[in-house]
């Protein structure tokens, strides 16, 4: 089981950036599929969460109106489009699994599978 984040990159305040998360090995829609950054200094923050079979779709106060999770089950792939970019945003992003579950959660202790991140830089 591996999952790979990409799509980061520098990016100007105000501008988008769409993320994805692929995986190897398994199918994507069977797993609740967790965003997660990571700024320098702090601690993991849960952004978004998309349920098993798409049930359900949840974001953090702090994105909600700016962040949209998707998936595409064609390309066994969830997204996340990260709008109105804020130079508070600039973290390292990371796609996290679980499987046999529709619930969600924020807690990185939730999910089972991590992939390597992807950089998301804003300059203001």
């Known amino acids: 089981v591996q999952l790979q984040a990409s799509g980061g990159g520098l990016v100007q305040a105000r501008g988008s950036l769409r993320l994805s998360c692929t995986a190897s090995g398994f199918t994507l829609n069977d797993y609740t599929i967790g965003w997660f950054r990571q700024a320098p200094g702090k601690e993991r923050e849960g952004v978004s969460c998309i349920s098993t079979s798409s049930y359900g779709t949840y974001y953090a106060d702090s994105v909600r109106g700016r962040f949209i999770m998707s998936r595409d089950n064609a390309k066994n792939a969830v997204y996340l489009q990260i709008n109105s970019l804020k130079p508070e945003d600039t973290a390292i992003y990371f796609c996290?699994?679980?499987?046999?579950?529709?619930?969600?959660?924020?807690?990185?202790?939730?999910?089972?599978?991590w992939g390597q991140g992807t950089l998301v830089t804003v300059s203001s």
């Open positions: 996290a699994a679980r499987t046999r579950t529709y619930r969600c959660s924020y807690s990185p202790n939730f999910f089972s599978y």
